[in-house]
């Protein structure tokens, strides 16, 4: 369906008034007949059952380079939306930041502009039920708990100003303890390590710390902070999801609670600080409701890391399941269920998702790369390889192959299963019969070896290789990217023709939360329909000769960034 087609739904009432207790009784509702009306008895149009598939969700789906604002129905599709850019600042090489406050102003002119949408196609507010939230993870903001003003920009996800921080960190007799309680190694990826530095390196952000004033939180923190009224209103919302809190290192990954120890190693005094409190991915209360603006009354019910939330939205909620987005990073999360993994092979434990209730958390490896879709921008806006990032599959369909150039595109270091932060972006095997066709199919290639790298290394640790990988994510709509990892990786790729799954995870979480949806069975049928399969089509010794060279790359890249010889 396109997304601003009005859908031939009828207005419903509200479900809390309709007699609940009687599942099979029909009612009447207003607007437009829906199109078995003619087989019911005279003044009865739809049961309830039908009746919520009309109503929506909203999802705020916040990430590194644009915020949108999606309306989802009950069915799982996207009815509206709208996106907003937003800038990305490098001040120095290697650092990485968001203006805090472009984020939430992105994310609110988003909202008003989809809510306009929505109301051209006939629909009223009261037909949302709630909205759920999905962001960047690890990206770290800190304000001042008393103005609700940010301390400092964003520090990025990638960004690796930490490295020699990291360094030191490592040398500590107790570094090598830290994966087993929270899942993740110690890198310049978590958020630990972010706020460490801004503790040990801004005037303004030390001083808030010394006087009690400094909070700190991932994205989804801050914009449920201030979306609901930040510190206007008289208890102010200050949380966050398991999802997003296992991405700190400050969280046991089996209490799913902070851990004195994880505090204590990096010099966090929980005294001085104003950490978000840990609750389920979905939830009615929770997170509050919107103070002003277009969603103004309407619940948040619903939080996932947007790793998580693709999973979610990928339907992948049996263990074994596993899901691969191709954003600006790429991820890779695989369900192991409701007792964490702790990878030997390179890789990250996390909360799958965490519904809350009856039910337990739900646990996932992890592989992060953190060069995907950014690797294509960089050809595009660094190089002027071409004037869209969409046209670099054109541009690597030009060729048959790399013409054997491999490009180990470690912007920012390599992340799972390596773990390599002494290397920098590297080209190998250029010829004087390189061209721009070999260096973009390169790029696209890059991407595919390090996920079938993590698929290898999943498979180390869970026993079991995997039958299938589902996708998502900008970079998944090149066919050329899809059937190249699938050859590469030797198994199907499933992609689906409804690849908002980011964002349709959070949705799900909210309306879990709020009855759009009342358990699991209930989406089986969700985002189903008209999945494309990319089957391998390489010989397996052609690709596992493709694989190896790779390999060879890596080991070559290693080594590059000397801190000690350039101090």
């Not at 630990?192 to 989804?220: C, H, M």
């Not at 948040?300 to 947007?306: E, F, P, Q, R, S």
């Not at 973009?440 to 890059?446: I, K, Q």
Request: glycine share 10%; proline share 4%.
């Amino acid at each position: 369906m396109p997304l601003d087609a009005a859908p031939k739904r009828a207005i419903v009432p509200a479900l809390d008034d309709l007699d609940t207790d009687e599942s099979s009784k029909r009612v009447k509702t207003s607007g437009a007949a829906s199109h078995f009306e003619e087989h019911l008895p005279q003044g009865i149009i739809e049961t309830k059952e039908e009746l919520r598939r009309h109503w929506f969700v909203g999802s705020i789906d916040q990430g590194t380079t644009s915020s949108r604002f999606l309306i989802f129905n009950g069915e799982g599709e996207p009815v509206v939306s709208h996106q907003i850019e937003f800038e990305n600042l490098y001040p120095e090489s290697g650092w990485h930041e968001h203006e805090p406050l472009e984020l939430l102003s992105s994310v609110e002119e988003c909202i008003e502009e989809a809510m306009r949408k929505f109301a051209d196609l006939g629909y009223p507010k009261a037909h949302i039920r709630s909205i759920g939230i999905t962001n960047q993870r690890e990206t770290t903001v800190v304000w001042d708990s008393t103005t609700g003003e940010p301390l400092y920009n964003a520090v990025v996800w990638p960004d690796t100003r930490t490295k020699a921080l990291v360094r030191e960190l490592k040398a500590r007799g107790a570094a090598d303890t830290l994966t087993e309680l929270c899942g993740l190694p110690l890198s310049t990826y978590p958020s630990s390590v972010k706020l460490l530095w801004l503790i040990q390196n801004v005037d303004a952000v030390k001083q808030a710390y010394d006087e009690g004033r400094l909070a700190f939180g991932t994205v989804d923190s801050w914009l449920i902070y201030k979306l609901n009224g930040g510190h206007q209103i008289d208890k102010p919302i200050h949380v966050t999801d398991s999802t997003n809190a296992s991405r700190t290192m400050f969280m046991n990954l089996r209490t799913l609670q902070y851990d004195d120890k994880l505090l204590s190693f990096f010099g966090i005094d929980p005294n001085k600080i104003q950490l978000p409190r840990i609750v389920p991915s979905s939830d009615p209360e929770c997170f509050g409701k919107v103070a002003n603006g277009a969603l103004a009354g309407i619940r948040i019910a619903g939080c996932l890391g947007d790793q998580s939330s693709a999973l979610v939205g990928q339907g992948g909620f049996s263990p074994g399941q596993a899901k691969n987005t191709y954003g600006t990073g790429c991820f890779l999360l695989y369900n192991v269920g409701t007792e964490p993994v702790i990878s030997k092979y390179g890789l990250l434990a996390t909360v799958a998702y965490d519904f809350g209730g009856d039910s337990k958390p739900v646990y996932a490896l992890e592989g992060s790369i953190a060069v995907a879709g950014s690797g294509v921008k960089f050809l595009t806006n660094n190089l002027g390889f071409v004037a869209e990032s969409s046209q670099i599959t054109e541009l690597a369909g030009s060729v048959k192959d790399s013409g054997g150039v491999v490009f180990v595109t470690a912007f920012s270091g390599l992340f799972a299963p390596y773990w390599i932060d002494d290397a920098k972006g590297t080209l190998f095997g250029i010829t004087q019969h390189t061209s721009k066709g070999h260096i973009a199919r390169a790029t696209l290639e890059a991407t595919c070896f390090q996920t079938r790298a993590i698929l290898d290394a999943m498979e180390k640790d869970s026993g079991h290789k995997l039958e299938s990988l589902a996708v998502d994510g900008g970079l998944s709509n090149s066919d050329l990217c899809m059937q190249t990892q699938a050859d590469i990786s030797g198994i199907p790729v499933d992609r689906p023709a409804m690849r908002e799954t980011t964002a349709l995870g959070a949705a799900i979480a909210a309306g879990l939360a709020t009855g759009v949806w009342r358990q699991l069975d209930d989406l089986k049928q969700v985002n189903r329909t008209g999945r494309m399969v990319f089957t391998p089509k390489m010989e397996r010794p052609a690709a596992e000769k493709l694989f190896k060279k790779w390999g060879q790359a890596v080991e070559m890249s290693r080594g590059w960034v000397q801190d000690h010889l350039e101090d």
